[in-house]
């Protein structure tokens, strides 16, 4: 999160608060644009895993087509996690599982709400810039 206060950077020099604001939203920007390219990857790819996965949230009730992917990684071997924002502003998390079956048969063994609790999450700075971008599109 970036800190409002003034940061020592070393013997008599300071970063001041207008300077860590710009540098705050430049870092937001920067995260803004990695959802927006991990969105379209999401979106356009022909990937077997993300096929599943895809298929694991429209079981969910929730047109894959209409989501912006805050977060998706490798947390485990054959696991990956996820972070997604709906079309109407609700945060998930999931835990895509494909250890027993090909990438794309894999099922979710996490599902999540954040929507009401997101900010004490580890992933908080890139959920609050994707919804930043949410809200840019709506």
Known sequence: MCAKNVHTLGPSKQLAWPLN???CAMNKSKTIESIKELTHIFHNSLDDMIYGIKQCIESEGIN???VIVAELFPD??????GIIITKTGKVYQFGYDYIENQEKNGNFTEWHDLTNQWQGTPHSQRIEAALMYHNENT
């Open 76 to 81: 485990d071997s054959c696991f990956e996690l």
């Open 64 to 66: 894959t087509k209409d």
């Open 21 to 23: 604001s710009a540098l």
